[in-house]
């Protein structure tokens, strides 16, 4: 890890542009001590330490653009070229990929920065008012990121104080010691963090308990250690009900310039202004270019294969001709379909699925649409976490421990919210006839990814549950499979329907070959690391299957 940590390295955005880096060599000299103490002399300054921070767990490396489109490329929910995506979306991810290594360097700088700040308030600001507030917050970042890090990668270099010279070199860390750490962080982040907001975006203690419950959730599937880990996480889960609310329609949700609504219980707060320094990318990632949805010149690199779109209205009973009408008000606010003009010469109408089929039979994600802005930064915030998807999760909880009608209860709530009409999506939907503790488990997966498709969890919880024995991204993609038959799409009627050299690709091979689906519920450990970490050889420490 020689290229990834030096001993002090945040962004001050009291005093500099979102470019400025300060970094401090290995050997801190007298002058170096002296400026580390002033930055932690006042409230001000530590607030601009901590506003780095931030901009680490912020940046386009990381939560800004390319863990996103990695992570969803690598699911039959979505597909993207480029070297950011499309070998993502062949299953078939290279450990020497630059800007895989790009995003590990990114979230172990952000841990670094948590690292040196935790630290650093200790010493220099311990007594301040504000300083239990900041340090809940450095644990809350370091343990989200340690979460996405023993997810994607499973066992990883586990840091919890910062890197100098005699700790360069660093060998792997069981899951299960990751895990007790992120529970430990999250732990004092929610001692810590006041339960009331206190600044725009900033999580509050029942950000932690939420998280928390998240962690436990991901414990319940990953050990069988004898810890009721469903308990843990239902306790966590309960605390957070009620200290948030659904938003009065799922549109206002998105709606451009609507930020930390009563539904945000976590959202990265971006700006748009700079042009220097590239932040989030979220808008052009997702959005196609020269359109409404995006101004700027490229776009959409990340698109919607269809089966989001068309199951959208399978899994509801809905036949797509004229007659029959959606009720769920979240299909117009998340998908781009049918087609777009582009408003940019060569005015040109693009058409999508449902009107072409086959690689160009693809959707767009709607969510972060920007309608003016031209700027390289989008001016979207990103929301992370939101109650939703803490009702959804509670339904899963419910329906794991064995209460099956409490979990169609969480469920009910979801979907009464995205109704256009009056209490008919729950009827639609048929789940209150199920019985089966695993088809209930199938169908909360579902309708988790029609209520939070583009906001960055399939990935994960396609790769976390199991349905009748098989990983919930082997019963997609088998799905996904069934879907590009003859006669297999419901709106192609006699039109001819075909796989796609990167969009709407045939998956075959993935379910032929049990070793790439089981190499694919990680990531690999990137080459560079392995190369520049003394502690790691690539036989023993590289994730199976690469």
Request: include cysteine; proline fraction near 4%.
């Amino acid at each position: 890890m020689k290229s990834i940590f030096v001993l002090f390295a945040f962004l001050i955005g009291v005093f500099a542009s979102c470019d400025s880096i300060l970094e401090i060599s290995d050997n801190l000299d007298e002058s170096g001590a002296l400026y580390e103490k002033g930055l932690f002399s006042s409230e001000e300054n530590i607030e601009g330490v901590l506003n780095g921070v931030y901009a680490k767990f912020a940046s386009q490396f990381y939560n800004g653009g390319s863990f996103f489109q990695m992570t969803s490329s690598n699911t039959p929910y979505f597909s993207s070229g480029g070297p950011k995506g499309e070998t993502f979306t062949d299953f078939d991810i290279p450990t020497e990929l630059t800007q895989l290594f790009q995003t590990w360097v990114a979230m172990y700088e952000c841990i670094d920065s948590a690292n040196q700040f935790i630290e650093s308030i200790a010493i220099y600001a311990a007594d301040m008012p504000s300083t239990p507030t900041n340090l809940g917050q450095a644990h809350f970042l370091r343990a989200l990121t340690y979460f996405d890090l023993v997810r994607v990668w499973g066992e990883v270099p586990l840091r919890i104080e910062p890197a100098n010279k005699e700790t360069l070199f660093f060998p792997k860390s069981s899951k299960q010691e990751i895990y007790n750490q992120i529970v430990l962080d999250l732990k004092e982040a929610k001692r810590l963090l006041p339960a009331e907001n206190y600044k725009p975006g900033r999580p509050k203690s029942h950000a932690a308990a939420g998280y928390l419950a998240k962690v436990y959730m991901a414990m319940a599937t990953e050990f069988d250690n004898g810890t009721d880990y469903w308990t843990l996480a239902r306790t966590e889960a309960i605390s957070v009900v009620g200290k948030y609310e659904l938003v009065g329609s799922y549109a206002e949700l998105f709606e451009e310039g609507n930020k930390n609504t009563v539904e945000s219980i976590f959202e990265i707060q971006y700006s748009s202004t700079g042009t220097s320094a590239v932040s989030n990318v979220l808008t052009t990632v997702t959005a196609p270019g020269k359109s409404i949805y995006n101004r700027r010149s490229n776009g959409g690199g990340l698109r919607i294969n269809k089966m989001a779109f068309h199951d959208h209205y399978k899994d509801y009973g809905i036949a797509r001709d004229t007659a029959s009408i959606h009720p769920d008000t979240r299909i117009p606010v998340t998908y781009i379909s049918e087609s777009f003009t582009q408003i940019i010469a060569p005015i040109t109408i693009k058409k999508l699925y449902p009107i072409v089929f086959g690689n160009t039979g693809v959707n767009y994600i709607k969510k972060y649409q920007e309608e003016t802005n031209t700027n390289i930064n989008s001016g979207r915030n990103r929301i992370m976490f939101r109650y939703a998807d803490l009702l959804l999760m509670l339904a899963e909880i419910e329906n794991e421990i064995g209460d099956k009608e409490v979990a169609k209860d969480y469920i009910e709530q979801v979907l009464d919210r995205a109704d256009g009409y009056s209490d008919t999506l729950y009827e639609l939907s048929n789940i209150e006839g199920i019985t089966d503790v695993d088809e209930l488990r199938e169908r909360i997966m579902i309708e988790r990814i029609y209520e939070l498709l583009g906001e960055g969890h399939e990935w994960f919880d396609l790769r976390r549950q199991t349905i009748d024995g098989v990983s919930f991204l082997e019963n997609r993609i088998l799905r996904r499979q069934e879907l590009m038959q003859t006669g297999g799409d419901d709106f192609a009627g006699t039109k001819k329907v075909s796989y796609g050299p990167i969009h709407n690709k045939n998956l075959q091979f993935v379910l032929d070959d049990p070793s790439i689906l089981q190499k694919n519920m990680r990531f690999p450990i990137p080459l560079n690391e392995i190369l520049g970490n003394n502690a790691l050889n690539f036989s023993d420490d590289q994730n199976t299957g690469y």
